[in-house]
């Protein structure tokens, strides 16, 4: 008779042990194990050896936290298949296959590396079967770990793909993350970010936070026209770039509802090395990149980089008035970084970075005319729409005759059109490993945001009859020489105590948060609306010189002076722990209480005009006030049914803090916080085999309530402006899925997909427009926001996706590495305005292919060449519209960028030169 089950002998006890896990997972797992067919099969192989060879488990101690230098590669390795080892990799890691480099000499102490599992160990390590994939590290949880360990849908890329994509700026970076999109209506430099549909509307505080080296990105005031800080010159000489969707309760500064974009530079290095890159292309493009890392002695290191690059613009001027090309490209970004180990056990880091963006700007390009508005109860009529609609359509058939009537061909007004973007950035973070387990972190940081910008906000013509150096703006903003934009400046400090307890059973951080933003001067703009102007008159910023004329009489149209200036007071304290009940189970809570404190006082000096005659300023000051705090956290269980793969299921609290908004009327010129309650459910699994790669998939709900919805209207006292308002609930589901295989070991595919439902359920449109009439709202004209009940949220399209394929040449090693990719970028259907307000509300989805060329080492040269093409079809797209059509009778166009062509050469030296 066979042996009963208590005769078995180890080996068969593991077997059966681990088949009773693999039955017990077997309803979490099921969505991460529906994978290509050979995906499949590749787990199945892993599994089965395992099985096989898998031995009894150790109760050996677990190893160090921090693992030497020379054992990171190994346990990297190690990991992909499934290892016990709970070394930390080196800091430096890649989202796709690359050469192997020179190990780091020592780990970095800012980011404080802490045990975490792979799975459940086993004593003997099999012999490697197949192929694994490289370990990609993030710090999304201000530690560092591998991506399959983190609870989190989140899309990193590193400086390689970054380039090859020609990725420099927000807008760029969106295009390539489903689930992410920007909103570039003051141009790509200047885009803000939406994640799963949590949209930053104009005038209120991110919904995404961006960090650059764990530090929020610089305020712009009241977030006009300044962007989410990933800017120019912030893209360039990182380590990665990790998008972190949902809210982020506990552990990041700055309270958001989207999430977060972390930014995470190249440090100084133990060896002599750098780079030297130049690239050209089409639309005259010049980019030079250059950056070396010295080590000044043993314990100090320096890093050293430098990018400047110019590009025309490929928007067209067609009116003969001010810059000829808009949309170009004009930057220099200039970083230093110095790493110096105090001790054994502290070290120093400081980064300062200085950029400095002067271009023509941006201008949205008109297209359609509302000739219909005021008749068949289409629109209500008003003075203004039946205005510009006429001369909205003269200006699209005079453009049409011209025979200057391209997709990129517009008209802008303004004699000195500029967005202007001065950014300062100091940084200095203390880590001190006060024991082999307890470390503590202290970051120190300043920045300050100057901005500028002149542009015509929709992109309109209408010369005045009786002087055709006057033109009607239907909205146009033109530089003041004393008045920017944004100048802000902030202090931010942190206090983190980072550790592990209970024999590495508990990981768990606290801190304290504390950051205050200042004007360092006041900020504003000057604007004409609802009259004929000669634009240039205004740049002067002296009334007495404004040339124009009002066919209203006065009733409707000015021009509007305006100086801000805003404080914001963020703190707030935080807890966060892991506890590891087994070698399958943990769970991890966290808990952050915030206080939010803005304060503004604003001026505004409204000039009105009797035809010609300039009347009397009407000035009105604001100073308004609001303070909120409230709790955030999450809570998530995390279960490792087998080796390679993790599921988990979490819940957030999210909040983004209210605000001020100088530009509304007293009255409606503040809003309360909004918050979210997000729960998801996930996996992550990672498999070696004949096919190794990585599958990840998510499915999230979010109930949004008291959401800050704008409201456009026209006032009184300062013509077309927006208000906010908590005046909104909605449901934001979906689903997020990310794979990477090799079928071969010269063949990669990379494929990424975002499923969103969004809809508006709630909007308390009528009690938010009573107000706006009580206090400032133009009679005859109508209360507008930003969606309708049952319209998708903005800026959330339903489908997108990006795929990527990676083909490296069978050619011999003496010639190099030749790699060729290839990406398709398709978003779906977007809606950028109310259905109720304009027909062009929904933007058409659009696809998008790109082609790049990488040789490396050529001919076993420190030599790199790379050679891109973005939308190669040269696909004409929308990304932005107005959503005045019914309003003021018109409607306007932002566009995406057509095909850019270009070559980098790349010149490696020292350590990086092989």
């Not at 055709?468 to 902030?490: D, H, L, M, W």
């Not at 102007?533 to 006065?554: M, Q, R, V």
């Not at 589901?733 to 990477?740: L, M, N, V």
């Not at 790379?866 to 018109?890: H, L, P, R, S």
Request: glycine share 8%.
């Amino acid at each position: 008779m066979g042996a009963g089950r208590d005769d078995l002998p180890p080996v068969q006890h593991e077997e059966m042990r681990v088949k009773k896990k693999i039955v017990m997972a077997a309803a979490l797992a099921a969505t991460a194990s529906m994978v290509a067919p050979a995906t499949a099969v590749a787990q199945d192989d892993e599994l089965d050896f395992l099985l096989e060879d898998a031995a009894p488990r150790s109760s050996s101690p677990r190893p160090s936290p921090t693992p030497t230098p020379a054992a990171e590669p190994q346990a990297a390795a190690q990991g992909e298949q499934g290892g016990a080892e709970r070394a930390q990799p080196a800091p430096q890691s890649t989202a796709t296959p690359q050469p192997s480099q020179a190990a780091e000499a020592e780990p970095p102490l800012d980011v404080i590396p802490l045990p975490r599992e792979d799975g459940p160990p086993i004593e003997t390590q099999p012999a490697p079967r197949g192929r694994a994939i490289e370990e990609i590290v993030v710090t999304a949880q201000r530690r560092e770990e591998s991506l399959q360990d983190v609870a989190i849908s989140m899309t990193v890329f590193d400086q390689e793909q970054l380039s090859d994509a020609n990725i420099t700026n927000s807008a760029d970076l969106a295009i390539y993350t489903p689930g992410l999109t920007s909103n570039a209506r003051f141009g790509n430099e200047n885009a803000t970010f939406t994640i799963r549909g949590f949209t930053q509307d104009l005038r209120t505080t991110a919904s995404v936070a961006t960090y650059f080296a764990e530090v929020v990105a610089p305020r712009g005031q009241s977030s006009q026209s300044s962007g989410d800080g990933a800017g120019p010159g912030t893209l360039f000489d990182l380590q990665n770039v990790q998008v972190l969707k949902g809210p982020q309760g506990t552990l990041f500064g700055r309270n958001t509802t989207g999430g977060a974009i972390l930014l995470v530079p190249q440090r100084p290095k133990d060896e002599f090395e750098g780079y030297v890159e130049a690239t050209g292309g089409n639309f005259e493009q010049r980019q030079i990149q250059a950056v070396v890392n010295v080590p000044l002695s043993e314990s100090l290191r320096i890093r050293l980089g430098v990018e400047d690059k110019q590009r025309e613009g490929h928007l067209n001027n067609v009116t003969g008035i001010g810059a000829d090309k808009l949309g170009d490209v004009n930057y220099t970004a200039v970083r230093a970084s110095l790493l110096w180990d105090l001790s054994d056990n502290i070290e120093n880091y400081t980064i300062l970075q200085y950029v400095d963006s002067d271009s023509n700007g941006y201008t949205t390009r008109l297209f359609a005319c509302n000739n219909l508005i005021g008749t068949d109860g289409i629109s209500e009529p008003s003075p203004f729409a039946l205005v510009t609609a006429p001369q909205c359509q003269r200006q699209l058939d005079a453009q049409e005759a011209s025979g200057r009537n391209g997709y990129y061909d517009l008209a802008s007004t303004v004699r000195t059109p500029i967005t202007l973007i001065e950014e300062k950035r100091f940084i200095n973070t203390l880590t001190w490993h006060l024991s082999d387990d307890v470390a503590l972190k202290n970051i120190l940081a300043y920045t300050h945001l100057l901005t500028k910008n002149g542009s015509n906000i929709f992109g309109t013509y209408f010369q005045d009859p009786t002087d055709p150096s006057r033109e009607f703006s239907a909205g146009a903003s033109v530089v003041n020489p004393k008045i920017p934009v944004t100048n802000q400046e902030s202090y931010i400090a942190e206090v983190q105590l980072q550790g592990s307890s209970f024999s590495d059973r508990m990981i768990w951080q606290t801190g304290l948060y504390y950051e205050t933003s200042k004007p360092d001067g006041p900020s504003g703009n000057i604007a004409a609306s609802f009259l004929y102007c000669d634009l240039g008159s205004l740049e002067s910023g002296d009334p007495s010189t404004y040339n124009c004329n009002d066919p209203f009489a006065g009733q409707l149209g000015g021009v509007l002076v305006q100086e801000f200036e805003t404080e914001y007071l963020n703190q707030a304290v935080y807890a966060q722990a892991t506890w590891d009940f087994n070698d399958y189970f943990n769970m991890t809570a966290g808990l952050r209480y915030t206080w939010d404190e803005t304060e503004g006082y604003g001026v505004k000096r409204r000039y009105a005009y009797l035809l010609t005659v300039q009347q009397a300023p009407v000035v009105t000051v604001s100073t308004p006030r609001t303070e909120s705090d409230a709790p955030t956290g999450m809570i998530e269980f995390q279960y490792k049914p087998f080796l390679g793969t993790m599921t988990y299921v979490k819940y957030t609290r999210g909040y983004r803090q209210g605000s001020v908004n100088l530009a509304a009327d007293a009255g409606v010129d503040t809003h309360e916080p909004e918050k979210v309650d997000t729960y998801e459910i996930g996996a992550k699994t990672q498999f070696g085999g004949p096919v190794p790669g990585r599958f990840n998939i998510s499915a999230f709900y979010n109930d949004f309530t008291d959401m800050q919805l704008q409201f456009g209207y026209i006032s009184r006292a300062g013509g077309p402006t927006t208000s906010i308002a908590n005046a909104g609930k909605a449901e934001i589901k979906g689903f997020e899925a990310d794979a990477f295989l090799q079928p071969f070991e010269s063949l990669t595919a990379i494929l990424s997909y975002s499923y969103l439902d969004t809809e508006l359920l709630e909007q308390d449109q009528e009690a938010q427009c009573d107000r706006i009439r009580n206090v400032g709202l133009i009679e005859g004209f109508t209360c507008t926001p930003i969606a309708a009940v049952g319209d998708n949220l903005p800026f959330a399209p339903r489908h997108s996706a990006v795929g990527s394929l990676i083909w490296t040449l069978p050619f011999p090693a003496s010639l190099g590495t030749i790699n060729i990719g290839t990406t398709y970028v398709y978003t779906g259907d977007m809606r950028v305005a109310a259905s109720s307000e304009s027909p062009f509300a929904v933007l058409p989805s659009f696809e998008l292919w790109n082609l790049n060329l990488n040789w490396s080492d050529i001919f076993t040269l420190p030599l790199d060449l790379d050679v891109y093409a973005t939308n190669i079809t040269d696909k004409q797209y929308m990304t932005y519209v107005g959503g005045t059509y019914n309003v003021i009778g018109i409607e306007s166009r932002a566009m995406g960028q057509p095909r850019m062509i270009g070559a980098r050469l790349k010149y490696r030296f020292g350590a990086q030169g092989g």
